[in-house]
Nanobody, 116 residues
């Protein structure tokens, strides 16, 4: 199983950015896909995630600004980020939990910076 993330870069505060993640390989149709982020010197935290057939859940810090969507047929998840703040600066990691095997998989991480 491989996760490939797309997006990242530099954006001004108040701007928008979209991250996408495509999962390839054999994975159960029952899974959870989402994004985590890790700022310098901090732990990796959940940003948003969505289970197959479920609704997305968000960290309090991004609620109302970020929107997570998925295309289960394509095993793709997209994170639309609006009203970005400097504190959103981090390396973002795509993640999927395979409900069949109980395994977690991580993408390579994509970094973006929000300038003030």
């Amino acid at each position: 199983v491989q996760l490939q993330a797309f997006g990242g870069g530099l954006v001004q505060a108040g701007g928008s950015l979209r991250l996408s993640c495509a999962v390839s390989g054999s994975i159960s149709s029952l899974n959870i896909m989402g994004w985590y982020r890790q700022a310098p010197g901090k732990q990796r935290d959940l940003v948003a995630r969505i289970a197959t057939g479920g609704r997305p859940t968000y960290a309090d810090s991004v609620q109302g600004r970020f929107t997570l969507s998925r295309d289960s047929a394509k095993n793709t998840v997209i994170l639309q980020m609006n009203s970005l703040k400097p504190e959103d600066t981090a390396v973002y990691y795509c993640n999927t939990y395979d409900g069949g095997s109980g395994s977690y998989y991580w993408g390579q991480g994509t970094k973006f910076t929000v300038s003030s």
